[in-house]
């Protein structure tokens, strides 16, 4: 099994920044690849930023392209998301997930554990 724990959610106001961590502990491998979706009040699961921990690889959804930015610390087993430029839309509860694969994906039902989550809330 493979725990997963999200941090640094918080109230912004636009234009600001947050950065979520997601520490990674429990059973190894050696590649997997973490994933950062988020979920607003009456809309579906979406997308946001996804590292290969092996190679750092990264992707992005175009909503967020330029302004977040997912990067890993080995030595601290955690993966970050920094958010800068936030605006109002980015307002959500922000999951990071594990998939076991070497290769990154977007797609949530892909990623076998999920964190708990934590919400964001940018105000206008």
């Known amino acids: 099994q493979v725990q997963l724990v999200e941090s640094g959610g918080g109230l912004v106001q636009a234009g600001g920044s947050l950065r979520l961590s997601c520490l990674v502990s429990?059973?190894?491998?050696?590649?997997?690849?973490i994933g950062w979706f988020r979920q607003a009040p009456g809309k579906e699961r979406e997308f946001v930023a996804a590292?290969?921990?092996?190679?750092?690889?990264?992707n992005y959804a175009d909503s967020v392209q330029g302004r977040f930015t997912v990067s890993r610390s080995n030595a601290a087993n955690t993966v970050y998301l920094q958010m800068n430029s936030l605006l109002p839309e980015d307002t959500a509860a922000y999951y990071c997930?594990?998939?076991?694969?070497?290769?990154?994906?977007?797609?949530?039902?892909?990623?076998?554990?999920w964190g708990q989550g934590t919400q964001v809330t940018v105000s206008s």
């Open positions: 429990g059973r190894t491998f050696s590649y997997y690849t």
């Open positions: 590292i290969s921990w092996h190679l750092a690889e990264t």
């Open positions: 997930a594990a998939r076991v694969r070497r290769d990154i994906s977007t797609q949530g039902e892909s990623y076998e554990y």
